[in-house]
T-cell receptor, first 113, second 113 residues
Framework: AQSVAQPEDQVNVAEGNPLTVKCTYS??????LFWYVQYPNRGLQFLLK??????LVKGSYGFEAEFNKSQTSFHLKKPSALVSDSALYFC???????????FGKGTKLSVKP | KAGVTQTPRYLIKTRGQQVTLSCSPI?????VSWYQQTPGQGLQFLFE???????NKGNFPGRFSGRQFSNSRSEMNVSTLELGDSALYLC????????????FGPGTRLTVT
């Protein structure tokens, strides 16, 4: 079965420090991978995607993600965290014949001043 | 361009009742997908409609149904509501149904008492 896992329920970082939100995947075929962010009482906002090409993907708001095929990972990163980055982050995947996005459980990011 | 809109934003229903949620996609988008978001299960795919036809369906009971109109607006219906149906229901629209172009609405928060 295809799946996306986010091993951390919560990540805490200090403002100005680098942040990493982890994601691993198990999808058939060539994976399409995504990161979304959700603020309270809001829908999901697209951050970035990996379809093919460079393993390092740059997205919105200074976020980037690294696709690692051997480790089946797609970790989200940002060099310097902001308090306003505090939100719920979802990793999602799509592979092969599956006609919909498969989401991880989400990781709550808390950035303290 | 206006984004995806969902109505109502909040809803309180009683067990056993039925409910209808509405989603208006971005103008020109022909695909609408529905997701259920709960703290325990995360984001789960319900179904996807494209040009008034259901193309894909998740693993939900038959109490959950949907439809799409000729103007691409979509409704989902839940009959015989259960407490466990309390969730945030998100819809996403796409020009063609390609998952890497999904745009999410703000969601409808359904509370079943």
């Amino acid at each position: 079965a295809q799946s996306v896992a986010q091993p951390e329920d919560q990540v805490n970082v200090a403002e100005g420090n680098p942040l990493t939100v982890k994601c691993t995947y198990s999808v058939s075929g060539n994976p399409y991978l995504f990161w979304y962010v959700q603020y309270p009482n809001r829908g999901l906002q697209f951050l970035l995607k990996y379809i093919t090409g460079d393993n390092l993907v740059k997205g919105s708001y200074g976020f980037e993600a690294e696709f690692n095929k051997s480790q089946t990972s797609f970790h989200l990163k940002k060099p310097s965290a902001l308090v306003s980055d505090s939100a719920l982050y979802f990793c999602a995947g799509y592979g092969g014949s599956q006609g919909n996005l498969i989401f991880g459980k989400g990781t709550k990011l808390s950035v303290k001043p | 361009k206006a984004g995806v809109t969902q109505t109502p934003r909040y809803l309180i229903k009683t067990r056993g009742q039925q409910v209808t949620l509405s989603c208006s996609p971005i103008s020109g988008h022909r695909s609408v997908s529905w997701y259920q978001q709960t703290p325990g299960q995360g984001l789960q795919f319900l179904f996807e409609y494209f040009s008034e036809t259901q193309r894909n369906k998740g693993n939900f009971p038959g109490r959950f149904s949907g439809r799409q109109f000729s103007n691409s607006r979509s409704e989902m219906n839940v009959s015989t509501l259960e407490l466990g149906d309390s969730a945030l229901y998100l819809c996403a629209s796409s020009p063609t149904g390609d998952v890497y172009e999904q745009y999410f609405g703000p969601g409808t928060r359904l509370t079943v008492t």
